[in-house]
């Protein structure tokens, strides 16, 4: 991996720990196609991981993968996902797909104008199960040109630039007691 996977280990209040495997996956600078294949080893690299850590069945352990994987599942003319594989993977629940379709965007980009999800917080199935609740998407810093969204903003945030971020990242309360 040439952005290595951030592993932290939180202990938990009541005892146990939370571990989160923290990532940035490649840009689709370049194209989507052609920067495809290093997230795709990106992703299975993660899997691998956390396979090592905890076993064939990992989802059984609290855990979360997080972090911009710059790529979204949708096909479209610039190509196929390379996250696929990970997001979808049966010891996970990407939570943002909870939400209603149109409101599963973490990224606007202007160009195409096109709204989709590069953030990802996936957690493993069975913090998913003990936690069922929505997460919130924070899109405050999102520039005002990402006109989906109509709430309030940063100050300082513009059409263009200043902006906080072109990502909003994605949060949910964990409960850690059963």
């Given at each position: 991996m040439s952005r290595d996977c951030l592993e932290l280990d939180l202990p938990l209040p009541e005892e146990g720990v939370l571990t989160l495997f923290v990532n940035h996956f490649k840009s689709m600078l370049g194209g989507r196609d052609e920067t495809r294949p290093k997230r795709e080893r990106q992703a299975r690299a993660v899997m691998e991981i956390i396979t090592e850590r905890f076993g064939p069945d990992a989802g059984e352990h609290p855990f979360a993968v997080l972090g911009d994987l710059n790529d979204y599942l949708e096909e479209d003319k610039q190509g196929t996902t390379g996250i696929a594989e990970l997001v979808r993977w049966k010891q996970l629940e990407n939570v943002v797909e909870r939400l209603p379709e149109e409101e599963r965007w973490t990224h606007f980009w202007a160009r195409g104008r096109a709204y989709h999800q590069l953030d990802y917080l996936l957690l493993s199935r069975s913090l998913a199960e003990a936690n069922p609740a929505n997460p919130e998407i924070m899109r405050k810093g999102a520039p005002l040109r990402a006109e989906r969204y109509q709430g309030e903003r940063f100050v300082g945030v513009g059409?263009?630039?200043?902006?906080?971020?072109?990502?909003?990242?994605?949060?949910i309360e964990i409960a850690t007691e059963g």
């Open positions: 059409r263009d630039n200043p902006k906080a971020s072109d990502h909003c990242p994605v949060l």
